[in-house]
């Protein structure tokens, strides 16, 4: 179904390429770009600007990865963390255009990433807005367990943890 690489799948009824390949500072820029409000409202709460804190999480990921989807920027993944550590700290950001990607083949990409984190990683833990129900709904379906809601960076956010 999906594969990591170059996959086609059907969407709407018309056939899709969807293409994951290594992160370059263009598709960080394209990214911003394309920013959604709630996306950028959480950078902002790092205490930067959002080109400044996209490309420091960019530049100390271990690996980041692009969706491309017939050409289009949608979808960037990667995770956080020391080489030899114990514990990975996941991150993902769509563009709009990434938003009209069927759930389903974002959750079966996603959990590709997920493992390939797993190997890099024992323990995932992600800090998720409360607002960002979608993305907890991702994480949930690709195994991720959940603490209460608790106040960090001046909103509610949700720990969300994975392990091997």
Known sequence: MCQSGRSAIVMDN???SIEIIPTTSDHIIELLLELKDLDKD????????????????YKRSIFVDSVIAD?????IFGVLGEYLGETGRPWSLF?????KISPFIVTCFY??????????????IDMVDIKHTKVLRMLK???????????FMN????KATRRV
């Open 14 to 16: 018309q056939m899709v």
């Open 111 to 124: 959990r590709q990433a997920i493992d390939k984190m797993l190997q890099l990683f024992p323990v995932l």
């Open 95 to 99: 563009t709009p255009e990434g938003e």
């Open 42 to 57: 959480e950078l902002y709460r790092f205490g930067a600007d959002k080109e400044e804190m996209l490309l420091k999480i």
């Open 141 to 151: 379906i690709v195994g991720f367990k959940f603490g209460e809601p608790e106040p």
């Open 71 to 75: 050409g289009k920027l949608v979808w």
């Open 155 to 158: 909103g509610l956010f949700i």
